[in-house]
């Protein structure tokens, strides 16, 4: 820097200080422009404290002076500027909240039936649900609806455990569900690889089939939940057995029918506890709905 | 005083500058403590029980804190994603507060029963088999590692030093008991503290394993409060802003 220059020090001003008798300090004041910068800001800080909330007074504070217009039991009323009627300003009357309302209103006050017959609320639908469906079933269910084995069954297919109509889907988005299989741990060696044959027959697996007969004696405790004819019983969450629609092993992909078999045997003895929460509290009744429409179109809505 | 005297005079120049940079902070943060609008009146805020407060610490210990913020703010897209926005009453028994600064991962604040106990089980022993996209450590320790527990009892007295309400003699738990009900002051009870621990541990299916007592009870008992006090179907959004 020039001013460093220790040729000329006569010609540059120094701050007057001297130190241990001639140490001196140059005085190179701010640019102009920083120093003009500085003195607005704190004007700027004025106007701000003014304006919004800023200075502590002993059990209070300086509310500020500025107001915003939030809409409150129906009417328009002025309230002090904070963050938190701010929201309450950008809830109600936000660009992209007002947007969105319309469509809420109108997905509010339509039957399902409506809904799918309507293209714009379709599309409506579709778009929140999948917001809807990656903040609250993804981590779950996967981001696609395709399940994780054995605890989350597949949305993504045509087989539902527990129903498949609207308000079915809607109700246990609200309330929750709690499968519950028991182990029969009991049924042990031959009688268990017996049942477990007749189960896997029951989808038309080639088993042996006389170690199937001998096992369908054995199922009758099973038709309890599953139905005598074991096409499952949506009531109690009980899948059909007949369809190759497995929730929770993987029996399709099992690579040989020993295979198959150990994975029946192991939900025969060890049961299936299952839990989905309710979202009555986390989710609004609208947001309910498309998230249903959704879930149901997943499983390419039949 | 002359300036110079200032300058050449290195101790005096130290108490000086953190007499005048204290005033910045005794100014931001003291009147809070007087402030009596700071702290939302609500129902249903209580400390935590010896259980979920085992899990906070792990939670603290973990680090969790560095990649999980728990505090949702008053915008709408926050409040579309992860529900209420955060009160300054929801972490009135918090030392320290776990707002946090970072969202490596979601915000927490309104995690509590969004998930079931065998979801936080599974996903803490590993995010991945979960939510494939996951970049989150996996925490298998917690589920092999037995819960330390033997010093429950200070843990609570620590904090009630800080003014937690955990109770010690009859009279602080008659005043639980018509605060937060007499099964819940029943678990703040510090002398309780052991056996309550051990009974919610066992009460509820948290890890897989009703018997053993592992790190993963708590954590997951603490995860699944999250954000659940305040019941906030019951309040008028002007409410929460009539303090502030």
Request: hydrophobic share 40%; charged share 20%; proline share 6%.
């Amino acid at each position: 820097m020039a001013l460093s220059s220790d040729k000329k020090p006569a010609q540059v001003e120094t701050t007057g200080h001297v130190w241990d008798g001639d140490l001196r300090e140059y005085n190179n004041p701010l640019p102009r422009w920083w120093l003009w910068a500085f003195y607005a800001s704190i004007v700027f800080a004025v106007v701000y404290w003014i304006m919004y909330p800023a200075w502590p007074v002993f059990k209070t504070f300086t509310p500020g002076v500025s107001t915003l217009t939030i809409e409150q039991d129906g009417k328009m009323v002025e309230v002090p500027w904070n963050s938190r009627n701010l929201f309450i300003q950008e809830m109600q009357t936000s660009p992209s909240a007002v947007r969105q309302r319309e469509f809420v209103d109108k997905v509010s006050n339509a039957s399902f039936d409506q809904i799918l017959a309507d293209p714009s609320m379709m599309a409506f639908a579709r778009s929140m649900g999948s917001g809807l469906f990656g903040g609250n079933c993804a981590a779950c269910h996967g981001q696609g609806g395709q399940g994780n084995l054995p605890s989350y069954p597949s949305l993504a297919d045509n087989d539902w455990l527990w129903g498949s109509s609207f308000t079915t889907i809607s109700h246990d988005i609200e309330k929750g569900l709690k499968g519950n299989m028991p182990g029969f741990p009991t049924i042990q060696g031959a009688a268990l690889t017996d049942l477990a044959n007749h189960v896997l027959s029951l989808s038309g697996i080639a088993v042996d089939a006389a170690s199937a007969t001998r096992g369908k004696a054995g199922f009758a405790v099973c038709a309890a939940c599953h139905g005598a004819e074991a096409k499952g019983n949506p009531m109690l969450g009980a899948p059909n057995l007949t369809d190759m629609g497995w929730s929770n092993i993987d029996v399709v992909g099992a690579p040989t029918v020993d295979a198959k078999r150990a994975m029946i045997e192991g939900v025969i003895s060890k049961g299936i506890q299952r839990q989905m929460p309710a979202f009555t509290n986390r989710l609004t009744p609208v947001e309910i709905k498309m998230l249903t429409v959704y879930v149901h179109e997943l499983s390419g809505g039949k | 005083m002359k300036h110079e005297s200032v300058e050449i005079n290195a101790g005096l120049l130290i108490v000086l500058t953190l007499a005048v940079i204290s005033i910045g902070g005794l100014v931001e943060i003291v009147p809070l403590f007087h402030i009596k609008d700071t702290v939302e009146e609500v129902k249903g805020v209580r400390p935590y029980t010896p259980l979920e407060l085992r899990g906070r610490d792990l939670y603290v210990s973990e680090g969790c804190y560095a990649c999980h913020s728990q505090m949702v703010r008053p915008f709408r897209d926050e409040n579309l994603r992860y529900g209420h926005y955060s009160l300054a009453a929801e972490s009135k028994y918090d030392h320290p507060f776990q707002w946090g600064s970072k969202r490596t991962g979601p915000d927490i604040a309104r995690l509590g029963e969004k998930y079931s106990d065998q979801w936080h089980t599974q996903h803490l022993v590993k995010p991945q088999a979960l939510v494939p996209e996951s970049i989150m450590p996996p925490y298998p320790w917690l589920l092999k590692n037995e819960l330390m527990y033997s010093d429950i009892e200070n843990r609570m007295k620590a904090l009630k030093m800080t003014g937690v309400p955990y109770s010690l003699t009859a009279e602080e738990y008659q005043a639980n008991v018509t605060n937060f009900g007499q099964p819940m002051a029943d678990k703040l009870h510090i002398p309780n503290a052991k056996a309550t621990l051990e009974a919610e541990a066992k009460g509820r299916n948290w890890d897989g394993d009703k018997e053993r007592i592992t790190q993963m009870d708590a954590m997951v008992a603490y995860l699944q409060m999250l954000g659940t006090l305040v019941d906030f179907k019951k309040y008028e959004q002007g409410y929460f802003a009539s303090f502030r």
